[in-house]
């Protein structure tokens, strides 16, 4: 069964403006991670954060995780054309990582 | 580059071929997994191997076999595929059943 659902499905954004992108799931977890897949490609694996963790800074990437809400956003910041991909939220729930549908993210130059 | 690749990265095959799919990780990975990705559904796990050993089997047909001879190389075999078979099939390892896995180009299969 899906664990975790991201939301929205779709984002469009201007370069430089920042997205955020939500992921929400049901059962309890060890960590989240998020990956980026450009079209076709294999994913890459961006952030992981433990569930006793709350806020986790990448680059211009910023998780956090709300345990008790089942529910992480990924936030990037100062985007740029080349963040253009999908997003994939996974949880990691008795060492089995199970992906969301993804977020198709647009950034227009 | 990820350090994941797989072979090949096309594969056009009918119904009654037989062929497989390899993935190699140079990372010194002990967990090896295959996914599946079909337009418009969440990635689907297929196996996972830890230490060469098959430790999830997603219930999936029997019409594709994995092999992990060794812990750098997975095998995912396939015989009597599906047209609804057709997908992009990624192979991921990671260095225990816990951290964040390390994805593989991927494979785009189709069957004819």
């Known amino acids: 069964s899906q664990q975790g659902e991201e939301d929205p499905q779709a984002l469009s954004i201007q370069e430089g403006e920042n997205a955020t992108m939500n992921c929400s799931y049901k059962t309890s977890i060890n960590n989240l991670q998020w990956y980026r897949q450009n079209s076709g490609r294999g994913l890459v694996h961006l952030i992981l954060i433990r569930s006793n963790e709350r806020e986790k800074h990448s680059g211009r990437l910023r998780v956090t995780l709300d345990t008790s809400k089942k529910s992480s956003s990924l936030l990037i910041t100062a985007s740029r054309a080349a963040d253009t991909a999908s997003y994939f939220c996974?949880?990691?729930?008795?060492?089995?990582?199970?992906f969301g549908k993804g977020i198709t993210l647009s950034v227009r130059p | 580059e990820t350090g994941v690749t797989q072979t090949p990265r096309h594969l056009v095959m009918g119904m009654t071929n037989k062929k497989s799919l390899k993935c190699e990780q140079h990372?010194?990975?002990?967990?090896m997994y295959w996914y599946k990705q079909s337009a418009k559904k969440p990635l689907e796990l297929m196996f996972v191997?830890?230490?060469?050993?098959?430790?999830e089997n997603n219930s999936v047909p029997s019409r594709f076999s994995p092999e992990c001879p060794n812990s750098s190389h997975l095998f995912l075999h396939l015989h009597t595929l599906q047209p609804e078979d057709s997908a992009l099939y990624l192979c991921?390892?990671?260095?225990?059943?816990?951290?964040?896995?390390?994805f593989g180009q991927g494979t785009r299969l189709t069957v004819v």
């Open positions: 996974a949880t990691d729930a008795n060492s089995k990582l199970t």
């Open positions: 990372l010194g990975h002990n967990a």
């Open positions: 191997y830890s230490l060469e050993e098959r430790v």
């Open positions: 991921a390892s990671s260095q225990d059943l816990k951290g964040g896995a390390f």
